[in-house]
């Protein structure tokens, strides 16, 4: 299985392929890291054709299942000869009273396939929860989504709670959702926004400078 392959399967989106392939090339041989770097390959592609508006949303959606896939298999082989470097590690969460989750799933594809450490708390996700989450992990970023004008307040009580936790120096906290902006983030708490979830991995990369 050549690498360009593997690659090309991502960009391609064949989502019942991919597990297969990764499977063959790790029987092959193959450094489980060089074969995440191929799928990231594909990744970037992906991203930039969605920013070139040459791929939409259900392509991105499709992007992602298939990188989930190639995870399957890729997560334990990466597991095996982890790097010493520790990655940098997000938790992702829908805030309290929000059930979508398309665009935090996304992105949560596209942060496993730049190297880092995803903890996805999924939707509907209080305060508490949050900062548990990040006791436990030691997160140094958390992204939270709100799709719904009546949530985007939940962020405030995140910032606060974290606050209150002594935790909110520790952590850098972005937000992302079609009711939000730059400065009603900023006004709610948060350290960054972002448009979409592409938009989101390259800035999420700058905070965990």
Not at 25 to 47: Q, W
Not at 78 to 85: D, K
Not at 97 to 104: L, Q, R
């Amino acid at each position: 299985m050549e690498f360009e392959k593997l690659t090309e399967l991502l960009i391609e989106l064949e989502v019942d392929d991919i597990e297969a392939a990764v499977k063959e090339a790790l029987d092959e041989g193959k450094d489980p890291f060089k074969v995440l770097n191929a799928l990231t390959k594909g990744m970037d592609e992906v991203g930039r054709r969605y920013e070139a508006k040459e791929y939409y949303l259900t392509e991105l959606v499709l992007a992602g299942e298939t990188m989930k896939e190639a995870f399957k298999v890729l997560k334990p082989a990466l597991a095996a000869q982890e790097n010493i470097e520790s990655k940098p590690k997000v938790i992702l969460a829908t805030v309290k009273g929000d059930n979508h989750d398309i665009g935090k799933n996304i992105l949560g594809s596209l942060l496993l396939s730049s190297g880092f450490e995803i903890y996805d708390l999924g939707m509907d996700v209080d305060e508490n929860t949050i900062v548990d989450k990040v006791k436990e992990t030691g997160a140094q970023i958390v992204a939270l989504s709100s799709l719904l004008t009546m949530t985007v307040e939940q962020i405030e009580v995140v910032h606060e709670a974290l606050q209150e936790a002594n935790l909110r120096d520790k952590v850098k906290l972005i937000v992302g959702g079609a009711p939000l902006n730059e400065d009603l983030a900023k006004k709610l708490g948060a350290d960054d926004f972002a448009e979409d979830a592409v938009e989101g991995v390259n800035h999420i990369k700058a905070l965990a400078q």
